[in-house]
């Protein structure tokens, strides 16, 4: 059983940088044909995908966050990264990281965190 869990502060401050770390058990994060992503939910809106992590290494962003976005990952600990930069209150959200098969919908989520974007 693949579990996710999101960590990181739930509060930044206005044009600060976003990190938050996505923790994967029972399973490796370099196990071909997954895809790592992260998704996020502002209050009383949709689901938005941020963007994502491939098994090699390599990212793919949503175009709207791509100057702003980077994913990381850390294999020794089975670990991958969000870091949004310059945030605005219009960040603020639930985020999740999830994992994906090619061309499926996400089968694996984590919990979600919550973080607020203000002074």
């Known amino acids: 059983q693949v579990q996710l869990q999101e960590s990181g502060p739930g509060l930044v401050k206005p044009s600060q940088t976003l990190s938050l770390t996505c923790t994967v058990s029972?399973?490796?994060?370099?196990?071909?044909?997954?895809?790592w992503s992260w998704i996020r939910q502002p209050p009383g809106k949709g689901l938005e995908w941020i963007g994502l992590?491939?098994?090699?290494?390599?990212?793919i962003y949503s175009p709207s966050l791509k100057s702003r976005t980077s994913i990381s990952r850390d294999t020794s600990k089975n670990q991958f990264t969000l870091q949004l930069s310059s945030v605005t209150p219009e960040d603020t959200a639930e985020y999740y990281c999830?994992?994906?098969?090619?061309?499926?919908?996400?089968?694996?989520w984590g919990q979600g965190t919550q973080v607020t974007v203000s002074s």
């Open positions: 992590i491939s098994t090699s290494g390599g990212t």
């Open positions: 999830v994992r994906a098969n090619s061309g499926r919908p996400p089968d694996y």
């Open positions: 029972g399973g490796s994060i370099t196990t071909n044909d997954y895809y």
